[in-house]
């Protein structure tokens, strides 16, 4: 089973500027894996949820680029929710965690980097298989 403790709130660059802000993220300096793919969740209509899965694979690093919302992480045993409002930083969720994305706010974008290709596969959908 997965520690909670390695799924990290991570703290990017953020270069404050009186033109406006700007944050970075590079692979294996920022987020701890290469980014092989990105997604970005947007236009979620009010009480949606996205997510309930699992990867058995797949890394991702999960910012909130504009507006907010709470990824919930759960390893089988316990379950945090974390809260995502500010685009200077993200959840780095490592693999083998059920996840669930909910609360997201009018105009929200989620960007999601990940550590492999789209492979559905990858996905165990059923919480009791997950457990197993
Ligand atoms: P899904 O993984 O169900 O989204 P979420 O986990 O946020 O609920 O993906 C929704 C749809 O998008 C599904 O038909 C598969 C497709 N998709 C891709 O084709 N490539 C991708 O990289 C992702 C993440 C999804």
Redesign the pocket.
């Known amino acids: 089973m997965v520690n909670l403790d390695e799924v990290k709130i991570l703290t990017l660059p953020k270069f404050l500027d009186v033109r406006g802000n700007l944050s970075v993220i590079e692979e294996l300096k920022d987020i701890p894996f290469q980014i092989k793919?990105e997604?970005w969740?947007y236009d979620v209509p009010g009480g949606e949820k996205?997510?309930?899965?699992a990867y058995k694979e797949n890394r991702e690093f999960i910012v909130a680029l504009s507006g907010s919302f709470d990824v919930i992480i759960d390893n089988g045993n316990e379950r945090k929710t974390y809260a995502l409002n500010r685009s200077y930083y993200g959840l780095y969720v490592p693999q083998g965690l059920w996840r669930e994305?909910e609360n997201f706010s009018t105009n929200s974008l989620a960007l999601?980097l990940?550590s492999t290709g789209?492979d559905?596969a990858d996905?165990i959908y059923d919480y009791q298989e997950f457990k197993r």
Not at 50 to 53: A, E, L
């Open positions: 793919r997604y969740i996205r997510g309930g899965h994305m999601v990940a789209y559905p996905y």
